[in-house]
């Protein structure tokens, strides 16, 4: 037993006061022990340690990363908001932040980043790019990246440099954006350095120069540019060296990249070392190998297999995504054999326990498979009232394609108003099939830059 876990039985053994479940709840923390640390910070909430929403709303947004629950991230939210209340300084520039991430691009956000930047932080200058994209004020995006291009904080320099070189590719300055971040990654800036790597191998034209800036990221700790390396070398044949990239980024510790060395030792013909990594990876948890193992069974036309593959993925899979995918791509495998009854129970099993991609892959069934818009429609509507964004997004397209462009225009409007700023692209398309030119092209500049 490590003496933190001594600590935390004593804690609960004989009780603590706020501020040392506090202090468990950072130690946990800086070991990525998310549930026990969020409980130990409730704890300490529970003790009247009001400072202990801060370190709660940070554990609740780790816990958002991975698999972008944003029921998560609403809770951190909800803490931040406590910890301002609470008088906590850092928590305006998170609490700013946040909102953004959820797409709630609000007073309450610029007042909070405003706060924050008076405060000398300068990270919440970051949040006021992203508002002035929102705004439609490109040249105050820049103004703000550019000003932190020097700050003395290398990893804020590094992240507002990979930003604006987003920025400047998405608005056609490609050769502008290339110079910043090839300066980037000579200045050994791992974000900037990756994103330069991206850049050049979306350029047919610089492919040859993507190899050496994928490998110059991953000398700079950018281990994601692995998986991208891996795939570079298998679109350029050369399995055998994608081989060596993907085994590296397993040995690194992406369990990703298990379903990517599959695929290369498949290129191969190695089928003894392609079953070996999907077991391993399968093995790890991971969705995306157990989602390749069940396609190549089904490339194979081994579907028995392929669907005992999806069972146990259901069954070991635990973020709940990817087991909402797990269910949504079974269901999808009983149906296409002649098994819709099944098919359908297991989707209704996975409305039942709040999964969205159940609800609008059984939508889409009702739709497609048997045309009856009807009961797409109820089942689209009852997502939606659930605060399910994809059913009223596939509900507009149910309705545009039954011809009811206004109530499909009210959907796409209510995405909007939901933080989905994308549905504008949605909203041109439709205006210009209703004949309104004018209203089209003031959706269209609506549409967030990089979406056009």
């Known amino acids: 037993m490590s003496w933190l876990d001594d600590r935390l039985r004593r804690a609960e053994r004989d009780g603590a006061t706020a501020m040392q479940w506090n202090e468990l709840g950072m130690a946990l923390a800086d070991q990525k022990r998310w549930p026990a640390a969020e409980d130990c910070f409730r704890r300490a909430i529970a003790a009247g340690g009001e400072h202990a929403h801060y370190n709660l709303g940070n554990v609740l947004r780790q816990r958002y990363l991975p698999g972008r629950d944003r029921d998560l991230l609403r809770a951190a939210v909800h803490s931040y908001r406590k910890a301002v209340v609470a008088g906590c300084l850092e928590a305006h520039q998170a609490l700013g932040m946040a909102l953004i991430e959820l797409g709630q691009y609000t007073e309450e956000a610029r007042e909070q980043l405003a706060v924050a930047a008076r405060l ?30 020097t700050d003395e904080d290398p990893v804020l320099a590094d992240c507002a440099r990979a930003e604006l070189g987003i920025v400047l590719r998405f608005d056609t300055r490609a ?41 110059r990221a ?17 679109r350029n044949h050369r399995a055998r060296d994608a081989v060596a990239i993907f ?9 990703e990249a298990y379903a990517q060395l599959a695929r290369a030792h498949r290129d191969l013909g190695e089928r003894r070392e392609m079953f070996a990594a999907l077991d391993l ?16 069974a089904e490339l194979d036309d081994r579907r028995t297999e392929a669907e005992q593959i999806l069972w146990r993925a259901m069954a070991e899979l635990t973020h709940p995504g990817d087991l909402a995918m797990a269910r949504v791509q079974l269901a999808d495998q009983l149906i296409d054999t002649g098994r819709e009854p099944a098919g359908v129970e297991l989707l209704r099993a996975g409305i039942a326990a709040g999964e969205s991609e159940a609800v609008n892959s059984l939508g889409n069934y009702y739709s497609e498979h048997l045309g009856d818009s009807a009961a797409a429609e109820e ?4 997502a939606i009232a659930c605060g399910d964004d994809l059913a009223r997004y596939n509900l507009a ?3 545009w394609a ?7 225009e009210t959907e796409l409007l209510g995405l909007v108003t939901a933080g989905e700023p994308g549905a504008y692209r949605d909203l041109a398309e439709l205006a210009t099939a209703r004949g309104l030119a004018a209203e089209a092209e003031r959706y269209r500049s609506l549409i967030p830059r990089g979406r056009r």
Not at 129 to 148: F, N, V
Not at 218 to 234: F, M, N
């Open 281 to 296: 990876g399968m093995g790890l948890g991971d969705a995306e190998t157990f989602f390749e193992a069940a396609e190549i």
């Open 402 to 408: 039954d011809g009811r462009l206004a109530e499909a």
């Open 218 to 234: 991953i000398d700079l700790g950018e281990r994601q540019a692995l998986l991208k390396l891996g795939r570079l070398l298998r």
């Open 175 to 215: 050769a502008e954006a290339e110079t910043l971040l090839a300066e980037g990654a000579a200045r050994g800036q791992r974000h900037s350095a990756y994103q330069y790597a991206l850049l050049l191998d979306e350029d047919w034209h610089a492919a040859d120069r993507a190899e050496p800036a994928f490998r």
């Open 379 to 382: 089942i689209y509507r009852t």
């Open 120 to 149: 000398g932080d300068k990270w919440a200058v970051m949040g006021q790019a992203q508002l002035a994209e929102a705004d439609g004020e490109p040249g105050e995006q820049e103004r703000l990246l550019r000003e932190l291009l």
């Open 397 to 399: 397209h149910l309705l």
């Open 247 to 255: 085994t590296e980024a397993a040995t690194a510790g992406l369990s």
